[in-house]
């Protein structure tokens, strides 16, 4: 079975400040992952994903995240946060046969002017 | 434009009277599934969806019902609705290659009292 944890339920940082998400899975063969975000009334969107190749991945917005294949680990970094990244934030995985992910239960992430 | 697209987006409804929330993809998705919402819990998986006339369970299934009888349709049938039902609904679909993302509906915020 595969998993995601998402240690915080929020974090708290100030704009221009270096923001990270934390995410950790669990998976039987090699994971797929992705984040994505979640804005007020809203669906949610992808931001960027990890298949193979290079351990940090860009993506929407800003947005990277560095998969540690030895921490199992795959946190959602941005160098200067905006306030208008103020969002919910979802880590997911799946393996490469099984199609449909598994998420986290969320990161509130709360930009401060 | 690619889309999946829920209805309603609000619903108000009583216990025990039966509803359907729709959904529909226009990207020739052969994976779909439901997810409801809660908070602190993150996105639960209720039933997924690998092909037409393929379903099976995910994670919260009970009270819930699905069909896939046409590849771009995923109907949420809740029977008899009851208040613990009450939550926020999203349709994601996601495609066959190995490395796609999951395209998300605008979610159903549905209220049974």
């Known amino acids: 079975a595969q998993s995601v944890a998402q240690p915080e339920d929020q974090v708290n940082v100030a704009e221009g400040n270096p923001l990270t998400v934390k995410c950790t899975y669990s998976v039987s063969g090699n994971p797929y992952l992705f984040w994505y975000v979640q804005y007020p009334n809203r669906g949610l969107q992808f931001l960027l994903k990890y298949i193979t190749g290079d351990n940090l991945v860009k993506g929407s917005y800003g947005f990277e995240a560095e998969f540690n294949k030895s921490q199992t680990s795959f946190h959602l970094k941005k160098p200067s946060a905006l306030v208008s990244d103020s969002a919910l934030y979802f880590c997911a995985v799946r393996d490469k046969w099984d199609y449909i992910p598994t998420f986290g239960r969320g990161t509130s992430l709360i930009v401060h002017p | 434009e690619a889309q999946v697209t829920q209805n309603p987006r609000y619903l108000i409804t009583v216990t025990g009277k039966k509803l359907t929330v729709t959904c529909s993809q226009n990207m020739n998705h052969e994976y779909m599934s439901w997810y409801r919402q809660d908070p602190g819990l993150g996105l639960r998986q209720i039933y997924y969806?690998?092909?037409?006339?393929?379903?099976d369970k995910g994670d919260v299934p009970e009270g819930y019902k699905v069909s896939r009888k046409e590849k771009r349709n995923f109907p949420l049938i809740l029977e008899s609705p009851s208040p613990n039902q009450t939550s926020l609904y999203f349709c994601?679909?996601?495609?066959?290659?190995?490395?796609?993302?999951?395209?998300f509906g605008q979610g159903t915020r549905l209220t049974v009292v």
């Open positions: 969806s690998m092909n037409v006339e393929v379903t």
């Open positions: 994601a679909s996601s495609g066959q290659g190995d490395s796609t993302e999951a395209f």
